[in-house]
């Protein structure tokens, strides 16, 4: 063989993966043929929080006048913004190249396909491998409507040669939330438009509620319970009818409901690899598909979509074949966060998802900060409580800094913190955190129509 391990797709997962078997001594190959990091690093995480940041700096300056700044009216630069970004994001490129390079890994710049189980064609070149990983991590898709084609997803989003004036997104997860986000932050006519009565369907049902209010605040026009009908072009402008029957006239339309694994020209079947109908590829929890030297890692098994666990899954893969520690990843209890503005993050169950007699405490409140701003901003914190054992099985935060906050609390859930634990924890004053250490007074019980006050 050519190679002991072979991995296919030099995004977050897969970078991890050949860097740390490498690190084992394995004789590692790794295909990429787009760009170093993937998704995350190119045209998702990373850009995207400098544009949540972009849109963040906005507000900011306007709250600053309650503070005493005599903040001159902004007016954004868009093309500034997209230069400082696709800079940086060629830094982290270069970055992720080199390390690869660095740990010992041979680099191939091409597309690779299965010949058969051992074998691939990389670039034109039969190479044959002992183990191989699939990575190859996923793209966003369109809805099946007339004129799908003139709308955009996340992919382009990064590449506007401007900002539009008018802008309708569909979907309202974490793509369409954070866009949202960012296009109103930064001055564009922002509609959403989503088929359910609240944004960001499976997150705590108080969290989405706070969220719609606290987006219309930022001028976002919601359009609950609304699917689209079609799109037609009128020249650069874009007519988008809805269920709803009327139409939106707007600069762009842009497509956040949902992505797709990429398998298409992967050849699996010529390796037996099996898949869903979905296309994800399937895995057992120790990431090995129906081939059992064949693994697949991060978004092509379209499991839990989040960049840390495919890096985690990656990690894994590496020790457990070179490293003599076997691994798994559990996905229970993974922090995740969305980059709204305000943010929302979240580690554990929900209040839907909690069993009877489980305590809610919730607190919402108006940031320090915006009693002198003026901005009508509010937070909100809730801690799901076992109503048996007293473990916190859930905490969730919509408000500035909640993804800073969650992190660290995600280590007390995963520990299997108490709320005893948490209350005998001192607060550091004056903060938002703090919150969460002094939450006392139990707001409702699950199952039960009123607790005590
Ligand atoms: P999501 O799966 O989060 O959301 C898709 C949205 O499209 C939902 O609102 C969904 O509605 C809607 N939708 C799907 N099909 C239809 C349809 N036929 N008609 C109308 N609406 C439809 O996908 P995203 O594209 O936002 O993001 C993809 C994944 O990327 C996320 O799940 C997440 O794992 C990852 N991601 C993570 C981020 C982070 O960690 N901050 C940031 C960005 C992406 P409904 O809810 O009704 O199904």
């Not at 001028?219 to 609304?226: A, G, K, R, S, Y």
């Not at 074949?321 to 305000?342: C, D, M, Q, W, Y």
């Amino acid at each position: 063989m050519d190679f002991d391990l072979f991995v296919i797709g030099g995004g977050s997962a897969g970078v991890r993966c050949a860097r740390i078997a490498a690190g084992h001594g394995a004789r590692v190959g790794v295909a990429e043929a787009r760009f170093w990091g993937g998704t995350c690093v190119n045209i998702g995480c990373v850009p995207k929080k400098f544009m949540v940041m972009a849109a963040e700096y906005g507000l900011a300056a306007k709250d600053s006048v309650g503070f005493g700044w005599d903040a001159p009216k902004a007016k954004h630069h868009w093309a500034t913004l997209i230069a400082a970004k696709d800079k940086e994001i060629a830094r982290l490129n270069g970055i992720y190249q080199r390390l690869l390079q660095q740990s010992g890994a041979e680099v191939f710049e091409a597309r690779a396909s299965f010949i058969d189980a051992h074998t691939l064609d990389v670039g034109g070149k039969r190479i044959t491998a002992e183990k191989i990983v699939i990575a190859t991590g996923g793209h966003p898709t369109r809805l099946d409507i007339p004129g799908a084609e003139l709308g955009i997803v996340s992919d382009d989003a990064f590449y506007l040669a401007d900002c539009p004036k008018r802008v309708a997104i569909i979907g309202s997860g974490y793509i369409a939330v954070e866009f949202a986000g960012i296009f109103a932050g930064l001055g564009a006519q922002t509609h959403l438009i989503y088929r359910q009565p609240l944004p960001l369907r499976g997150f705590d049902e108080d969290l989405r509620l706070l969220l719609a209010e606290q987006m219309q605040g930022n001028h976002v026009i919601l359009h609950p319970d609304t699917t689209p009908v079609s799109i037609v072009a009128h020249g650069n402008e874009r007519s988008l009818a809805l269920s709803d029957n009327s139409v939106l006239d707007v600069d762009m339309v842009f497509f956040a409901t949902g992505r797709a694994p990429n398998v298409a020209g992967l050849n699996l079947a010529a390796a037996g690899v099996k898949t869903k109908p979905s296309g994800a590829v399937v895995v057992d929890e120790s990431m090995a598909s129906s081939i059992p030297h064949i693994y697949a890692i991060g978004d092509v098994t379209d499991r839990l979509n989040l960049t840390p666990v495919a890096t985690a899954e990656g990690h894994a893969v590496a020790d457990t074949l070179f490293g003599h520690k076997p691994r798994k990843i559990s996905l229970e209890n993974v922090p995740t966060a969305v980059f709204s503005i305000p943010p929302i993050a979240t580690v554990g169950i929900t209040e839907e998802q909690a069993p009877p007699g489980a305590k809610i405490f919730v607190a919402k409140f108006k940031p320090m900060r915006h009693q002198i701003s003026g901005r009508q901003r509010f937070s909100l914190m809730k801690l799901v409580v076992d109503g048996v054992t007293d473990k916190v099985l859930g905490v969730h935060m919509l408000g500035e800094d909640a993804p800073e906050i969650v992190q660290g609390l995600a280590v007390a859930v995963i520990a299997g913190a108490t709320k005893a634990d948490f209350d005998k924890t001192i607060g550091i004053h004056p903060t938002a955190a703090e919150e969460f250490v002094t939450l006392r007074t139990i707001t409702r019980v699950v199952g039960q129509a009123m607790a005590a006050q």
